[in-house]
């Protein structure tokens, strides 16, 4: 029984190796590939706007604007949605 056993693994291990190799592979490949192709964690490509976030807002530079969370903003105006209204919200 113990040469038998022995057999076995001797059998396995080499299937065993190629698996671990694959799947090893398989995890390194998907991890490498980003969620999102447009988004680099910096920087956002959404709808021929290029976005940007400083760590507290997004911005559009070539529009002038910025979301802050809630509202888009251009200098003191802010995009109620339909139109530009001006002041603090």
């Not at 400083?54 to 251009?74: A, I, K, P, Q, V």
């Amino acid at each position: 029984m113990g040469n038998n056993s022995f057999t076995r693994i001797k059998k396995a291990l080499p299937i065993l190796v190629i698996l671990f190799i694959l799947s090893t592979m398989t995890v390194t490949t998907v991890s490498a590939c980003p969620d999102d192709p447009l988004r680099d964690g910096n920087s956002w490509s959404l709808g021929g706007h290029d976005l940007r976030f400083d760590g507290g807002s997004w911005w559009d530079d070539d529009h002038g604007w910025r979301w802050d969370g809630d509202r888009w903003w251009d200098g003191d105006r802010w995009w109620d949605g339909d139109r530009w209204s001006i002041g603090n919200f």
